[in-house]
C-alpha cells in the first residue's frame, strides 16, 4: 500500500497526526487501513487527550466518549476488524453499546498514554465519517411572513402563465410558500444530545446578535430574484434577493456571525467565506414526475435533477417585488420536517429583540 506523508487532522480543536494513502482506498465503508501501522512507543506516549476525561481505576485507565450510534460501525468495521485493530494498536480494550442504542464508547488500558492514543484513533475515525453523514438540521431566516407568501403566490401565478412553455418550468419546482427561508448553514446532529448541545450554542450567541440588530427586528425587502450557475438556460436554484432596508449589512454579520460560532465549537463545516443569504423560490430538487402513479397528489420525486430555461423569467421578473417583513428570529430548523404553522419543525431559536 502507497503511504503518503503524514497529514494533520483537526478534532474537536486539537491537532493530531494521521498517516493518509490515496484516496481512493479509503471510500469504502470497510477499509480503515489508512490508520497505518501502530506509531513507535516514544510517539505513542507524546500523544495527550485534554479533551476527554482519562480516569485511573484498580486495573489500570479508562475513558468513556460520547458517540452517536450511527457511527458505531465505523469504530468496528467488518466483521469487527477496525476494533481488533485499533485494540491490538494501542493496546486498549474498547467496549462499543449494541448498534442503536445510545451510550458512551468505553476504551480501557493499563498505560493512560495507550487510552489516550485510542481515544485518539476513534475521533480520527469519527471525524472523517461524521462528514459523510446527510445534514439533519439547519439554522434559518423564516421568510414565511403572510405579505411575502401573498407576494410569492403572485409570482409563481404569473411566471406559470407566462413562461410555462419554456423548458422545465412547471408548478412542483416552486417552494412550499410557508416553508421560504434563509439557509444560513447546515449541522448533522446525530442523536438527541447533539441537539441540545446545538441548542445551547445558540443560546449562547442570543446577546452578539442581539447588539448587532440594535435590540429590535430587522426590517426587510425581498426584491429581485438571481440563479446559482453560470447558463440562464440550464438553472436548478432560482432564488429572492433579500436585503436590509436600511441598506446596512446587519443579516449579513449577523450569518457570518452564527456561522462562525458553530464552525468553532465544531457543529458546522464552513463553506463559503461568507454566508451567500438567497430565499430559494425555484428548485429543480422539488420536481415531481408526472408520469407516476398519485402524481396529483404528489407523485414521485425523480432521480435524476432536470434543469429549466430560466431565461423569459429573468427578463420578466428580475425585479419583481415579493413583499417586506420584519424579521426577529433565528431558527434552528430540522429538515424533511413540518410544524403547525407549516413551516420546519423548530429545536431552538433566538431573537433580535
Known amino acids: 500500500m502507497e503511504v503518503l506523508r503524514p497529514q494533520l487532522v483537526i478534532v474537536n480543536g ?6 493518509v494513502i490515496k484516496e481512493d482506498q479509503y471510500e469504502e465503508e470497510e477499509d480503515f487501513s489508512y490508520m497505518g501501522p501502530p506509531e513507535p512507543e516514544h510517539l505513542v506516549e507524546e500523544e495527550t487527550c485534554d479533551t476527554h476525561c482519562i480516569e ?11 458517540v452517536p450510534s450511527v457511527l458505531y460501525k465505523y469504530i468496528i468495521g467488518k466483521k469487527g476488524e477496525t476494533r481488533k485493530r485499533l485494540e491490538y494498536d494501542t493496546k486498549t480494550s474498547i467496549n462499543i453499546p449494541k448498534q442503536g442504542v445510545e451510550g458512551q464508547i468505553v476504551i480501557t488500558g493499563a498505560h493512560k498514554s495507550a487510552v489516550s492514543s485510542a481515544i485518539t484513533r476513534v475521533e480520527l475515525l469519527i471525524d472523517s465519517f461524521r462528514k459523510k453523514q446527510p445534514f439533519t438540521h439547519f ?4 421568510l414565511n411572513d403572510p405579505r411575502i407568501q401573498d407576494g410569492f403566490l403572485k409570482f409563481k401565478d404569473e411566471v406559470l402563465g407566462k413562461c410555462s412553455q419554456d423548458h422545465g418550468v412547471e408548478a412542483s419546482i416552486f417552494q412550499n410558500p410557508a416553508k421560504l427561508h434563509l439557509t444560513v448553514g447546515t449541522l448533522a446532529l446525530l442523536n438527541e444530545m447533539e441537539v441540545r448541545k446545538a441548542c445551547e450554542r445558540l443560546q449562547q450567541c442570543q446577546n452578539s446578535i ?3 440588530a440594535g435590540g429590535r427586528p430587522l426590517e426587510l425587502e425581498v426584491k429581485g430574484i438571481e440563479y446559482m450557475n453560470d447558463d ?3 438553472v436548478d436554484i432560482l432564488y429572492a434577493k433579500v436585503n436590509v432596508k436600511d441598506a446596512s449589512d446587519k443579516l449579513q454579520v449577523i450569518a457570518d456571525r452564527l456561522v462562525e460560532h458553530f464552525v468553532s465549537c465544531g457543529l458546522m463545516v464552513r463553506e463559503w467565506d461568507r454566508v451567500k443569504l438567497h430565499g430559494t423560490v425555484m428548485n429543480t430538487l422539488f420536481r415531481k414526475d408526472s408520469t407516476a402513479e398519485g402524481s396529483s397528489s404528489g407523485g414521485k420525486p425523480v432521480n435524476a435533477r ?5 431565461r ?4 420578466t421578473f428580475g425585479s419583481f417585488h415579493f413583499g417586506e417583513l420584519d424579521l426577529n428570529t433565528v ?15 423548530s429545536a431552538g431559536s433566538i431573537s433580535f429583540s
Open 210 to 212: 442581539r447588539e448587532i
Open 232 to 234: 440562464p438556460g440550464m
Open 331 to 345: 431558527l434552528l430548523s430540522q429538515r424533511f420536517s413540518t410544524d403547525c404553522t407549516g413551516y420546519y419543525s
Open 56 to 66: 485511573q481505576t484498580e486495573k489500570g485507565f479508562c475513558c468513556a466518549i460520547d
Open 312 to 315: 423569459n423569467i429573468l427578463k
Open 139 to 142: 439554522l434559518s431566516f423564516p
Open 306 to 310: 432536470e434543469a429549466f430555461d430560466a
Open 14 to 19: 486539537r491537532q493530531y497526526r494521521r498517516n
